[in-house]
């Protein structure tokens, strides 16, 4: 019997396709990863795709890749688990040069651990100290006074009054009280309009939950409260009854510990909810129609509060350029890159083009971005109160989410949710 | 055939059946056409448009087409590797009548007790330590060890309905055991090669963490389900562009079913008579 395939002819397609295939699967293609090489700076970053600012950012790579011919930029893109990505190349020695990523959850824990480095001397050297706002080198730096990263992307986390649902509502003016803003949930649910929406089982929630809390915190008493869980002080227990008093009158949308960011996004864009939270990159998104019928404001204060004026959230966390281990031994060209993002051009088209809030100075105002602009020019008009992320211990920030949407829950009592929120940090 | 009232039961239920699974189906095309505002206002509203704007924003902010290119190849030459190892091992397995080859079965079976997220950190450091972290090598010799105690249990079973007088026929026509397994026992089970092919493509072609921690993200080596997620943003989704996305992706999937279907049909039918 003779076969057609025989073994011999067998093992030799076998070691044929080994010997053409693997090499093409691991070192020695054009499609091979070039992170070891040392002419090519590899950037991992959340911006390429769609995330705003991703079509800015692509733009500022390519002026400086023109601007720098002898060297090779390598653009690695993740979503929400570039964290976890980061962390394990950093664990195989392979991590990428230059990491831009928020400060927030496990990103915490890199300058304490080795896996990205202090870059407060390097600021200094380069001379770009100067660029960064005050505020911002405050916020990215930590207790033993290292810089973290290069500051870079900022926010303002206002609260966006669609003024034309309200007045279709009777409601004449942005409410500026608790008492305010109850009338006006009131008025619009009889208008079939939904007051408030938020992502009560997302980030959104949490940071709403945790501005209306702050109603009644002083920023230490606040530090405090997200640092230990501790939410018993006097004014943590007022703050919780204040929103358990907004929630069971009514203000939120219904059912909002089943919503997430997005579906708010589309609540508001769409006109079924008059009233968001929404930090400046959703308010870039806000559809024209909308906006030129939005205000931007802060949250109405209840009796007592601490705050003399509506609050906003504000962060200068959002985005920092890291540099890992890998990063310092081509200090050269990561200094090259970190230079002309920091350049009053590369800035500005991020703020002119994208509609972001930035963490280094600049001239520039989001004028295609009519509500980022006016979430910009808030200025004194509004009382800041503490993002708590930077205070949050990584392991909290889940539970975290999950005591949100059970606090927005409606019949959930005050003493639940301080329980809920305090049980989130059992686990530290 | 006159059909009695007694089917009407049977009717609705079927049609239950399809509607359960048409509904979704038509919800997942019909959002890859539309805006945010249309899918949460209007969910199961037809599109409005049927222009590939969503297709186009996908397949080039994410790269999808190096990226279906990259999981074709890793795909493609695990299955090659799944098939060379598990069909010999089957065999052996499968024509040996001593105790350590029943041994040898049961060990096979033992790798279903080991779950996939277990084995993650081990893995990461073997990759880390052969030098293969961040390369697609290192996916096409991984999966295949996932894959093989499904893959020769199940063919295992098949090739032991073949009769061993088809073997012994072609022993004294001089046939080697290697010509046994290629020309008696491989085509006589090319419906268990067919549904292991189709089970395990559909496993390496949606695998998701170990592509994400092992190959990493780089855009020239990482795969489709690696890429697709890029589409999410945390301050935003466009879930027009992310579902068009998927739709592209699962475009691979849909040919390969297609091809061997009946064949896994035909290989479920067979093995149903048999018991």
Redesign the interface.
Known sequence: ?R?P???RG?LAA?SG?AAT??P????CS????S?SDPDTLVV?S?L?????G?ATYLRALKRFRAENPGLKV?????????A??YE??R????EPDVVMVNLYDKTLAWTDVGATLDVKGHLDDWGLRERVLPQALSAWTDGKGRLRAFPYFATNWPVAYNRALLEKAGVHGIPRTGDELIRAARRLRAHGIAPVTTGGND?TGQKLLAQIIQTFLTEDEARHAYTTGDFGSRGAREGIAYFVELRDSGVFTDKPQGLT???M???F??G?AAIESA?S??LA?V?ERVARHTDVGGWPLADGAVHDKPTILRSYTLIGFWISPNGAKKADAVERFIRFMYRPDTVSRFITESGRDMAVRSDSLSTGFPLVAAAQRLGSDVSEVLLPDVFVPPAANQPLITATSTSFTRGTSAARVRAALESAYRSV | MKLGKGWIPAHLLVWGYAVLLIVPLYYFLASAFKSNEEIFAHPFAPPTSLGFDNFVTAFTSAQLGLAVVNSLLVTGLALVLTLALAVPAAFALARSTSRLASAMEKVFSLGFLIPTFAALFPTFLLAAVTGLFHSRTFMVVFLPATAMPLSVVILVQFMRTIPREMEEAARMDGASTFAVLRHIYTPMCLPGIATVLLLNFLTFWNEYLYSLVIIGPDPAQRTVQVALPTLKAITGTDYGVLTAGTVLTLVPVWVVYTVLQRRMQQALVSGAVKM
């Open positions: 019997m076969s395939l025989t073994r067998f076998g396709l295939a693997l093409a699967l691991s070192g054009s499609l091979a990863a992170d991992h959340q390429g795709t769609t995330a705003p991703s390598k653009n690695l893109v993740n979503g929400d688990d570039l976890q990505v394990t190349a664990l195989a020695r392979k980030w960011s997005d579906s996004m589309t609540q864009h769409t079924k930090m990159s959703a998104e559809p």
